[in-house]
């Protein structure tokens, strides 16, 4: 049959209309393709944008009497760096994101230092403008880096897919890409990271560069005051020739260095007299472990306590015999706590030491004796709130007996660890475990990596006593030319310290059933216990129980022949 031109026209049109369709409904082959270029053109537009980003972030800047060189880089977890060579190096956490904001101080105006030292209102008028200048700095790098992230965000689209419609589609991403990361920095922006700074570098110019303590003490929370004051201390620093400018603290404070496990390591020492000075701390604080085996001959290195003239406060660790904590007595700065209260420094104080001594066993992993520590801190615990008096501080060598002092007093130090931490108990006691201010002795060096140095400053208000922040130290293998500074804030220094709740005698596994039993030292009467003022004001009274057991000599049972 012949077709008519009716057919022709009908059949035509079906076959447009099936390409048609085929057009609108592409197959799977198709369409993966499609997503496969979608992705490559936000890769390569992102690439491209944050290579621009890295070459064009960077502008020099005048921020009070000195010129800062800002720039961005890739970072896990955002932040800022101010890099003062060639003293040291302070982080805070600004913000979080990709890219970090360095700030490095590239020039010092010595015309305008000079009127910032010689000027003490000068500090005023650089608060009131230097929050402009940062955010006048910061705005230039921005938009510095937003055009360099176009351009090379075009150029790569140019360069990989040879048209110019990708080029505008890889600009429009990395300009999406800028959009992202700039507004997860602006919502994460912290100003409180400006109080709270990580410092690395050399330790004499530690406290001019991390700032006083007054920004503790008073809790300011304008971002551009304590911008103020640090570029201030900077302009101080480069002004110097042959000292450091003079660290004067804030005097509403009261400084505390926290030191424990020294274990007979005497660069100790040196760390201790030169934090003690540059800080200008009003007392040490000893939480024990000062010697390894509490002999007879490791009481010549006590003889550097009296050297720091400083008040030295000592609780008795596991490591130190009832003679050392005898020879600790006799030097005429140091003050021995064992079971008993004291107002030293503007501070009470009270403190109880290790009734353990354990010369031969490391501390590294020593569990033993966990449950026992625990009762005994109970026990301690509950005659200290018989006698109706809440401490400033409590000192007990080991964790386990601290936890128990929970509701009896707002701050709990001790050591031990030989590994820093904080945490807060349930009833509002912040319990502060020390490092190795020692590194834990020649122990330290059993392992691939020596253990660091560890020490700390608290800051306490005169007025309330109560613990403000602190500065944690990390000295590794440069010792004391080199440091790590970290300062905390306490979160709420007047927080209510509860009373604990009640809680009903048990047993743990493998502790005793009655009373824990310590092992003794050489025999000992009780008239000769260590620290000695029986009657002394700020005494606590001995309870009955456990603690006796504490005072019978040792004698060891004889072998059948």
Do not use: C
Not at 103 to 128: G, H, K, Y
Not at 207 to 218: E, F, K
Not at 489 to 505: G, K, N, S, V
Request: charged letters at 20%; hydrophobic letters at 40%; aromatic letters at 4%.
């Amino acid at each position: 049959m012949r077709e008519t031109g009716g057919d022709v026209v009908i059949a035509t049109a079906r076959e447009r209309l099936s390409d048609v369709r085929r057009i609108r409904s592409p197959g799977p082959a198709t369409r993966s393709g499609r997503s496969l270029r979608i992705l490559a053109v936000i890769m390569v537009g992102l690439g491209g944008g944050l290579i621009g980003i890295l070459l064009g972030g960077r502008v020099e800047t005048p921020i009070g009497p000195v010129n800062v060189a800002m720039s961005v880089h890739p970072s896990w977890n955002g932040g800022t760096t101010v890099d003062v060579p060639p003293l040291g190096t302070l982080r805070m956490d600004s913000h979080w994101g990709p890219l970090r904001l360095r700030a490095q101080v590239a020039e010092i105006r010595s015309d305008d230092a000079r009127e910032l030292i010689e000027n003490p209102d000068a500090i005023e008028s650089l608060t009131e403008t230097i929050g402009g200048e940062v955010r006048h700095g910061v705005i230039v790098l921005a938009v510095r880096a937003l055009a360099s992230a176009l351009v090379f965000g075009a150029l790569a689209g140019l360069l990989v897919f040879r048209s110019w419609r990708a080029a505008l589609f890889t600009a429009t991403t990395a300009l999406v890409g800028f959009a992202a990361v700039g507004g997860l920095a602006v919502v994460t922006f912290n100003p409180q990271s400006v109080v709270e700074p990580r410092y690395t570098g050399l330790l004499a110019s530690a406290p001019q560069v991390v700032g006083d303590a007054r920004s503790i003490a008073r809790r300011f929370s304008e971002y551009r005051g304590q911008l103020a004051r640090l570029v201030g201390n900077v302009s101080r620093l480069y002004a110097a020739t042959s000292t450091l400018p003079t660290y004067e603290p804030d005097p509403t404070t009261i400084r505390v260095l926290h030191v424990s496990d020294i274990h007979l390591n005497p660069v100790a020492w040196s760390v201790i007299g030169s934090i003690s000075k540059q800080f200008q701390v009003q007392m040490i604080i000893d939480t024990g472990d000062l010697t390894d085996h509490g002999s007879k001959p490791e009481e010549k290195f006590l003889d550097e306590i009296e050297k720091l003239k400083l008040p030295y406060v000592f609780v008795r660790g596991n490591h130190d015999s009832r003679a050392i904590q005898r020879a600790v007595a006799q030097q005429k700065n140091a003050v021995v706590l064992d079971g008993q209260m004291k107002d030293i420094g503007g501070l009470r104080i009270y403190g109880a030491g290790d009734p353990r001594f354990t010369p031969d066993k490391s501390t590294r992993d020593d569990n033993v004796g966990a449950a026992a520590m625990t009762a005994e801190g109970r026990r301690l615990a509950e005659g200290l709130r018989g006698t109706g008096l809440r401490p400033d501080i409590a000192l007990l060598h080991d964790p386990n007996a601290g936890q128990a002092f929970d509701g009896a007093t707002p701050l709990v130090l001790s050591g031990h660890a030989h590994q820093r931490s904080t945490k807060l108990l349930p009833s509002g006691t912040r319990l502060f475990v020390q490092g190795s201010t020692g590194g834990a002795g020649l122990r330290g060096l059993e392992g691939e990596q020596p253990t660091p140095i560890e020490l700390s400053i608290l800051y306490f208000n005169r007025t309330t006593h109560r613990l403000q922040g602190w500065d944690d130290f990390r000295l590794g293998g440069l010792g004391q030319s080199s440091a790590q500074i970290e300062r905390k804030l306490e979160p709420e220094p007047d927080r209510q310290i509860r009373p604990p709740a009640p809680q009903t005698p048990s047993l743990t596994p493998g502790s005793p059933s009655r009373t824990p039993a310590f092992p003794s030292e050489t025999p000992e009467s009780p008239a000769d216990s260590p620290g000695s003022e029986p009657s002394s004001p700020g005494a606590l009274p001995s309870a009955p129980g456990p603690a006796l057991l504490l005072a019978v000599p040792w004698v060891p049972t004889r072998r059948p022949r």
